[in-house]
C-alpha cells in the first residue's frame, strides 16, 4: 500500500505563491503516476497536475499551465506542487493522489491511493 501526506496549504493573496508537499511512503516501486487534484466547495475533485513516477514527464490542467509547475525532488519521496500567481479560483482543498494500475492519469478513478488534503484558500 501507498501512503501520502500533504503539507504546505494556507491563505494567500492573490498573485502569491504557494508550495504543497506531499511525502510518499509504503510501496513505492507499485507507483506510475503521481497527481494533485483539488475540490473546491461544491464542486467535483478536478485534476491539476501529475507527474510520471520514473520517468518524470509531466501533465497540467490548462488553467494552470504556466502557473503551477510539479515536480519529484532528488530523493523521490516527496512530491511538490509550485503555485504562483494565485486566484481566488485556485482556492480549494488539495489532494495527492497514487496511481499503481492503469487508467485515463487525468481522471481521479484512476488513483487508488489518496491523502487527506490540504486547504488553499485565495481570498477575492
Known amino acids: 500500500q501507498v501512503h501520502l501526506a500533504e503539507s504546505g496549504g494556507g491563505l494567500v493573496q492573490a498573485g502569491g505563491s504557494l508550495r504543497l508537499s506531499c511525502a510518499v511512503s509504503?510501496?513505492?516501486?507499485?507507483?506510475?503516476?503521481i497527481a494533485w487534484f483539488r475540490q473546491g466547495p461544491g464542486r467535483e475533485r478536478d485534476f491539476v497536475a501529475a507527474?510520471?513516477?520514473?520517468?518524470?514527464?509531466?501533465v497540467y490542467k490548462g488553467s494552470v499551465k504556466g502557473r503551477f509547475t510539479i515536480s519529484r525532488d532528488s530523493a523521490g519521496d516527496t512530491v511538490y506542487l509550485q503555485m504562483n500567481n494565485l486566484k481566488p479560483e485556485d482556492t480549494a482543498v488539495y489532494y495527492c493522489?497514487?496511481?499503481?494500475?492503469?487508467?485515463?492519469?487525468?481522471?481521479?478513478?484512476?488513483?487508488?491511493?489518496w491523502g487527506q488534503g490540504t486547504q488553499v484558500t485565495v481570498p477575492s
Open positions: 507527474i510520471g513516477w520514473s520517468a518524470g514527464n509531466t
Open positions: 493522489a497514487a496511481r499503481t494500475a492503469v487508467g485515463e492519469v487525468t481522471r481521479a478513478g484512476s488513483y487508488d491511493s
Open positions: 509504503g510501496r513505492t516501486a507499485d507507483i506510475n503516476w
